[in-house]
Nanobody, 122 residues
């Protein structure tokens, strides 16, 4: 199986940037799709972005398209979420997850990290 650990969250002002990292262990990482999800207090966990094993295919939620970029470096067993022009509504706990195929469906992800807090506030 795959173990995932997120890092890079923190407090940032509106319009600022953060880069989240998701470090994985497990021999299957290079052939596993990665997704990023987020969950604000009192709300359901929502899809943010996903990337296939080769990095050729990516998909984004409309709310983050043009602002966020998902990427991965299989040699480093790491996936990233570059977040630019952050807005207060981006405030949430961000989770990375692994699936067989890139998908927006939360239920298709079998492995999850512990989450990292992102707070966007003045």
């Amino acid at each position: 199986q795959v173990q995932l650990v997120e890092s890079g969250g923190g407090l940032v002002q509106p319009g600022g940037s953060l880069r989240l990292s998701c470090t994985a262990s497990g021999r299957t990482f290079s052939t596993t799709a990665v997704g990023w999800f987020r969950q604000a207090p009192g709300k359901e966990r929502d899809f943010v972005a996903t990337i296939g094993w080769s990095s050729i295919f990516t998909s984004y939620a409309d709310s983050v398209k043009g602002r966020f970029t998902i990427s991965r470096d299989n040699a480093k067993n790491t996936a990233y979420l570059q977040m630019n022009n952050l807005k207060p509504e981006d405030t949430a706990v961000y989770y990375c997850a692994a699936a067989i195929l890139p998908t927006r469906s939360l239920g298709n992800y079998d492995y999850w990290g512990q989450g990292t807090q992102v707070t966007v506030s003045s």
